[in-house]
């Protein structure tokens, strides 16, 4: 309780009705133009998350159609529609052919290099956000197709974040959502 001054504002949040009226009526056709490409997926629950950032931002999700990579897909889609999805083959080939086709290919990596992400620029045409693997991240051969890096800086005692949370955060900026 505050003393000495007048009651605090009420908070006011707005109803389901309210947020599906100012959303898409539906979920979005392939937009081509911002994709997050989980190419060395490690855990199910993680490609769950990623459809729902995707969802979220107007993103497609670009995953390889490893044996157990489909069911992990259906059943971590909790958002019961469709959603936009893509199946490389080949992930360095399927990366490759962005790169030709003009798309910039930004990796989410520890590198000397690599922009904060509060620096990195949102996306002006076709992009690729490409995460590694949970442990040894994008593979010494995918690095060169990268046109740039971006890091996640962190305080804490660990040196990356869960790879579905990394991505949602560097999504978000590339959609120039936040």
Not at 127 to 153: C, K, M, S, Y
């Amino acid at each position: 309780m505050r003393s000495g001054r007048g009651a605090a504002p009420a908070i006011r949040t707005s109803t389901r009705a309210e947020l599906r009226r100012s959303r898409r009526p539906r979920a979005h056709a392939c937009w081509d133009h911002l994709y997050a490409a989980a190419l060395w997926p490690q855990h199910n629950a993680n490609l769950g998350t990623m459809l729902r950032t995707c969802d979220a931002v107007g993103a497609c999700l670009a995953v390889p159609r490893l044996p157990w990579v489909p069911d992990a897909m259906a059943r971590g889609n909790t958002l019961r529609k469709p959603a936009c999805t893509h199946w490389t083959g080949d992930q360095l080939t399927w990366l490759r052919r962005q790169r030709e086709r003009g798309a910039r290919v930004v990796g989410v990596e520890l590198a000397d290099d690599a922009v904060r992400l509060a620096d990195l620029r949102p996306a002006r045409g076709t992009t690729v956000a490409v995460l590694g693997h949970e442990r040894t991240g994008i593979p010494p051969e995918a690095l060169d197709l990268l046109d740039e890096v971006v890091e996640i800086p962190m305080v804490g005692t660990g040196t990356t974040l869960n790879v579905a949370v990394a991505g949602s955060l560097v999504l978000y900026k590339l959609a120039g959502l936040v």
